[in-house]
């Protein structure tokens, strides 16, 4: 195993909590229950994939990481000031799209940063990226 596998692995965990997290800062705001569906099944598998990263960590006997406090704190204030107004479902759908476009950005980075991480780890990347790629389409309609 290589360390790259490990940062790798641990990054793809952060970036998976702070997924997780923007979800629920913004779940009961949303007023649109198609949006909210597609938010709620995205969460679920968001929470299926962080429980790999978990198995994957434990077998490895490592620790996860957590997203950094800053980045976790920005994303509160940002998602709080921009529910202020009218059209939330709207501002949520942008929210959520600047965060998959976010995380799709930094798992690219980290996949070139590693190179030398395990294919599985590398695989769970990939299908982390596919998720974020696929939520990001669904909310285009709410934009």
Do not use: F, W
Not at 77 to 88: M, Q, V
Not at 130 to 137: C, G, M
């Amino acid at each position: 195993m290589s360390d790259d596998t490990i940062k790798l692995l641990r990054e793809c965990n952060a970036g998976i909590k702070m997924g997780i997290s923007s979800l629920d800062d913004v779940m009961e705001q949303v007023q649109n229950e198609s949006l909210k569906k597609i938010l709620q099944d995205s969460r679920e598998i968001h929470t299926r994939l962080k429980q790999e990263t978990k198995q994957y960590l434990e077998k490895y006997n490592e620790e996860g990481k957590e997203p950094a406090a800053i980045a976790k704190a920005m994303s509160k204030i940002k998602t709080e000031l921009k529910t202020l107004g009218e059209d939330n479902d709207c501002n949520i759908a942008d929210l959520i799209t600047d965060g998959c476009n976010m995380g799709i950005k930094s798992l690219y980075r980290y996949l070139n940063q590693y190179p030398a991480a395990e294919d599985e780890i590398k695989n769970l990347a990939r299908r982390t990226i596919e998720t974020e790629e696929a939520l990001r389409a669904e909310l285009r309609t709410y934009l």
